[in-house]
């Protein structure tokens, strides 16, 4: 079982729509977990951060599931400039290590 | 806002050669890393460094080397290029409570 696992999609939805991806992480000592939007043949950038508390930033709500050890990201109103591949990050509690998911390709269409 | 800066956006080389890629990032961070990136693979960690001269080993090191002289540089070694180092790299900075922030990549080719 992979140490991050992410469904790839490509999730097709129309401009408007409410769309939700989840991450599921293996390692109960992960502590910090993020999200990550890449464009096609960009670097990855810094979406958000997902507190245990959950956290909204305008369409994009983050939520940490400790229990079922999944993390989720829910985008509303989605515009076509959100179509992009959204990648999760867990890192272990204490040390360096950073896991990603191999990603969630979205796609809005007009 | 952070930048990390990666020397070259293209690189061709020849097997064999040996390739120097160079990452430099202005906001003091402890915490720098390479990965490559590859379809259906994701991003793998190839070497991080949290210290000058401080480096470890990730999960794909073979083939490659790192050297952090500086806090600010650390640059990622390819001593004899193989075809299968063809990829995206991505250089990363980082503290220990933020997340990453990354170059704009390398897009190597070796033939």
């Known amino acids: 079982r992979k140490e991050v696992e992410q469904d790839p999609g490509p999730f097709n939805v129309p401009e408007g729509a409410t769309v939700a991806f989840n991450c599921t992480y293996s390692?109960?000592?992960?502590?910090?977990f993020f999200w990550y939007r890449q464009d096609c043949r960009k670097e990855p950038k810094l979406l958000m951060s997902?507190?245990?508390s959950g956290n909204e930033d305008g369409r994009f709500t983050a939520q940490l599931n400790r229990a079922s050890q999944y993390i989720s990201l829910l985008i509303r109103d989605s515009k076509l400039s959100d179509s992009a591949t959204y990648l999760c990050v867990v890192n272990y509690s204490g040390t360096y290590k950073y896991i990603f998911g191999t990603g969630t390709r979205l796609k809005v269409l007009a | 806002d952070v930048k990390v800066t990666q020397s070259s956006r293209y690189l061709v080389k020849r097997t064999g050669e040996k390739v120097f890629l160079e990452c430099v990032q202005d906001?003091?961070?402890?915490?720098m890393f390479w990965y490559r990136q590859d379809p259906g693979l994701g991003l793998r960690l190839i070497y991080f460094?949290?210290?000058?001269?401080?480096?470890e080993k990730g999960d794909i090191p073979e083939g490659y080397s790192v050297s952090r002289e500086k806090k600010e540089r650390f640059s990622l070694i390819l001593e004899s290029a193989s075809t299968n180092q063809t990829s995206m790299y991505l250089c990363?900075?980082?503290?220990?409570?933020?997340?990453?922030?990354f170059g704009n990549g390398t897009r190597l080719t070796v033939t």
């Open positions: 460094s949290y210290d000058v001269k401080m480096k």
């Open positions: 390692n109960s000592a992960s502590q910090s």
């Open positions: 906001m003091d961070h402890e915490n």
């Open positions: 997902v507190y245990s």
């Open positions: 990363a900075s980082s503290t220990t409570r933020t997340g990453f922030h």
